[in-house]
């Protein structure tokens, strides 16, 4: 059975046809590419229900998913090895998250998304890229995702704020990764800031 990639967009999420169509396939997808998802729980469900076994890349983007459909599309793709959010919404509908421990995933990419995801995952990633603006509530989480890690050895931020670049405080005594590559890529922006100033203090960690 050959590998395929599904990316599911647009009306897709509304035509009853292209769903059945979809579920009706047998294939062995490693993966799916996932926009404009709104209010797609059941769809979502179904579609991972049927190809989430085998699935080793996941993006989802441009869309908003409540925390209880996101945990369970995490639970049904136990193989994932590269994770993928951009300007997704996560809707809280759970009174608490319990993490989805992700034991093959390597790879986690966060662009503009609510930061409470790090809750969501237990897993060992060696790349982290990341792209948001971060406020002290947020950058809290991300610190605890991170003090969990062992085995990370590339870190991209890409026009982040300065507050992602963590002073001493933060994460000395904590984390046991050693990075390979450490790459900022600063872009002027709004709530932008120099990031130069903490790259010393980040780095001498």
């Known amino acids: 059975m050959k590998n395929f990639k599904f990316k599911l967009s647009g009306d897709f999420w509304q035509t009853q ?11 062995l997808v490693q993966v799916i590419e996932i926009s404009n998802a709104v209010g ?6 179904k579609i991972f229900k049927r190809f989430g076994g085998g ?8 869309s908003k998913i409540d925390d209880f459909t996101l945990r369970e599309v995490l639970r049904s793709a136990e193989t ?8 997704v919404s996560v809707v809280k509908m759970l009174p608490a998250i319990n ?4 034991r093959k995933l390597k790879s ?3 662009y503009h998304c609510d930061w409470n ?9 060696k790349s982290l890229d990341l792209k948001s603006y971060l406020d002290e509530g947020s950058k809290a989480s991300l610190i605890n995702f991170l003090t969990q890690q062992q085995s990370l050895q590339e870190v991209t931020l890409r026009g982040t704020s300065s507050r992602t670049l963590f002073t001493q405080d933060d994460v000395i005594n904590h984390c046991n990764f050693s990075l390979t590559k450490f790459h900022v890529e600063h872009v002027m922006g709004k709530n932008s800031d120099n990031v130069n100033w903490h790259l010393t203090t980040f780095l001498s960690l």
């Open 108 to 110: 986690l990419t966060i």
């Open 99 to 102: 993490p989805v421990g992700m």
């Open 80 to 87: 994932l090895e590269s994770l993928t959010l951009s300007e």
């Open 117 to 125: 995801i790090f809750k969501f995952l237990t897993a060992q990633i």
């Open 17 to 27: 046809w292209k769903i059945l169509e979809v579920l009706s396939l047998n294939r």
């Open 55 to 62: 699935l080793k890349s996941l993006t989802i983007s441009d």
């Open 40 to 45: 797609c729980h059941d769809v979502l469900m």
